[in-house]
């Protein structure tokens, strides 16, 4: 415990989208609470207060996609207590791991005037590929929920309470109206990890898989059934491949049973 007594918290950022570390400061009515608790060592979106370490815990937003990220990640596995990862960018690689099933000197070619001043990785991969994580929160973005459920839980030294249940689980005890079953919506529900307290489904349409698989996902069943619902290879492709394209289980379902150039 090194911030007076309140353990010292650092927010990271790598390749992503910032909206996860956003999650904590959209946690309005928690927020003086959370500040209270802990204090703030860095966090760029927040603060321009540095300071050093060591720290207690550092959460950990985005992908590593360049040599400098591995550099860094390192340092912060060496300087932090517990680190967390959250967000789809940094638990699965995020939609930038979509590079992982392509060549990415052709993206760069076509996106930059100047190719060679870019330097970057051939993947996108998640934090955990390369140091140890002590937990991981998925989603994309984060729920503010869980995020305060696993910063109670670290710092009472307990094992937070997220749920690896399907967001199927959520759907039914929301009382919302299957969207597979009652109009033959694609819906990744049944593979994916619960935690946003279906919220596509509440909005009557298909989950599309943003907090990455569950513990257990039968992704060869869903699959099958996408497939009765009318959809080819290349579609099945699509709905395994965003934005935990890299989640292993994911990543082999796609490859099992999508194909990028069919068109039924
Ligand atoms: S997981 Fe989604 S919301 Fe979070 S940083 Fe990545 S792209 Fe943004
Ligand atoms: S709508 Fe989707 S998440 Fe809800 S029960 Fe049906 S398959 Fe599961
Ligand atoms: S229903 Fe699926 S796609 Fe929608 S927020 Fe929840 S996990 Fe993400």
């Given at each position: 415990m090194s911030g007076n007594g309140r353990p010292l918290l650092a927010v990271w950022k790598f390749a992503s989208c910032d909206g996860c570390q956003l999650s904590l400061l959209d946690c309005e009515d928690e927020l003086l609470d959370v500040f209270a608790a802990v204090?703030?060592?860095?966090?760029d979106e927040a603060t321009p207060i540095v300071e050093p370490p060591p720290y207690d815990i550092s959460l950990v937003e985005g992908s590593i996609s360049t040599p400098k990220d591995l550099e860094l990640v390192k340092q912060i596995r060496r300087d932090s207590r517990r680190l967390v990862t959250i967000g789809a960018c940094a638990?699965?690689?995020?939609?930038?791991?979509?590079r992982n099933f392509a060549d990415v000197d052709e993206f760069i070619a076509a996106v930059y005037?100047?190719?060679?001043?870019i330097a970057t990785l051939a993947t996108s991969t998640p934090i955990a590929d390369h140091v140890p994580v002590d937990f991981e929160l998925r989603g994309c973005p984060i729920n503010k929920r869980q995020l305060l459920e696993v910063l109670t839980a670290l710092m009472a030294g307990r094992r937070p309470a997220?749920?690896?249940?399907?967001?199927c689980f959520e759907c039914k005890r929301a009382g919302h109206v299957c969207v597979a079953v009652a109009k033959n919506t694609p819906c990744l529900g049944p593979v994916t990890q619960a935690g946003c307290g279906a919220l596509c489904p509440g909005y009557h349409r298909g989950c599309y898989?943003?907090?990455?698989?569950?513990?257990?996902?039968?992704t060869d069943a869903l699959a099958r059934q996408l497939e009765s619902a009318g959809m080819d290879r290349a579609d099945i492709l699509r709905v395994y491949r965003?934005?935990?394209?890299?989640a292993p289980a994911f990543t082999e379902a796609a490859e099992q049973h999508g194909d990028a150039h069919d068109r039924g």
């Open positions: 204090r703030i060592a860095r966090f638990t699965a690689g995020g939609i930038q791991a979509l005037a100047h190719p060679d001043y997220v749920s690896r249940d399907s967001v898989g943003c907090y990455g698989p569950m513990a257990t996902p039968n965003t934005f935990n394209a890299g």
